[in-house]
């Protein structure tokens, strides 16, 4: 199930102005074009951003999430009816054959239960034409990420088109690795409404990762940086033989 966040309408309107600058999409169009996909999986595909820059290319592109709110975004954007939107996760796909599998920013992460990730991974292969290719990212464990998570780092102020002043932060709850749990609270300027939701993400480690990967069947191909956050996170490109 996804986070509060993303299943709330009124805080899963807060994605795409919260984080308005998608550099970190940019590595994964150009994976997109380095191995010429025609028709892509975007897993947990949130709000819609990945699945529509590939979908304004001419790209077929399949969106999967469980949150039905940020779906719901996704749909009514300028584009949305070129993508086909799936509710639910990579465990439940109907029969597909895509070049190109993806769960960008922190989709891998969010994926705690080991049992649902072992099913992804499956669901992903199963998707994959022979041949295709499976992308997805993990910040490295090594580089200890939660210790900058904090309210002083955090705390801003976002104008937001329609909605007005939002306050927000974040603070970290609870380190028991690899598991690692932080709030997100926001603060409505136009009502005082407060809202508050709580994440999970599970650290991964490479040598984790690439063990989960050969047992269900994938060649990895590579790992690499990510362009826009060097040194911090992991990006495999593993591939159905």
């Keep these: 199930m996804a986070d509060e966040s993303y299943r709330h309408p009124r805080l899963a309107a807060l994605y795409d102005p919260f984080n308005p600058d998608r550099s970190d999409l940019d590595a994964y169009?150009?994976?997109?074009?380095?191995?010429?996909?025609?028709?892509?999986l975007d897993i947990g595909?949130?709000?819609?951003?990945?699945?529509?820059?590939?979908?304004e290319r001419g790209i077929d592109v399949v969106g999967v999430d469980p949150a039905r709110a940020s779906l719901d975004i996704a749909r009514a954007k300028p584009g949305g009816a070129r993508v086909r939107w799936i509710c639910g996760d990579?465990?439940?796909?109907?029969?597909?054959?895509?070049?190109?599998?993806?769960?960008?920013?922190?989709?891998?992460?969010?994926?705690?239960d080991q049992e649902t990730w072992h099913g992804t991974l499956r669901g992903a292969y199963d998707a994959l034409r022979p041949g295709g290719l499976l992308v997805f990212e993990t910040r490295d464990p090594a580089r200890r990420a939660w210790e900058e998570w904090?309210?002083?780092?955090?705390?801003?102020?976002?104008?937001?088109?329609?909605?007005?002043?939002?306050?927000s932060w974040f603070e970290l709850i609870d380190v028991s690795l690899p598991l690692v749990t932080f709030r997100d609270t926001c603060v409505f300027a136009a009502d005082g409404q407060v809202l508050a939701a709580e994440s999970t993400l599970r650290f991964r480690g490479r040598?984790?990762?690439?063990?989960?990967?050969?047992?269900?069947?994938?060649?990895v191909e590579d790992v690499r940086d990510a362009p826009d956050r060097p040194g911090r996170e992991l990006v495999f490109h593993a591939r159905r033989p």
């Design 90 to 112: 990579a465990t439940t796909l109907p029969p597909l054959q895509v070049d190109l599998a993806t769960m960008t920013a922190n989709v891998a992460q969010a994926i705690v």
């Design 207 to 219: 040598q984790e990762v690439e063990q989960d990967l050969l047992a269900h069947g994938y060649v």
């Design 45 to 55: 595909c949130g709000t819609g951003v990945f699945a529509l820059l590939l979908a």
């Design 29 to 40: 169009v150009r994976a997109a074009e380095e191995y010429g996909a025609q028709r892509v």
């Design 150 to 167: 904090n309210r002083e780092r955090s705390l801003r102020v976002t104008e937001v088109p329609g909605v007005g002043a939002v306050r």
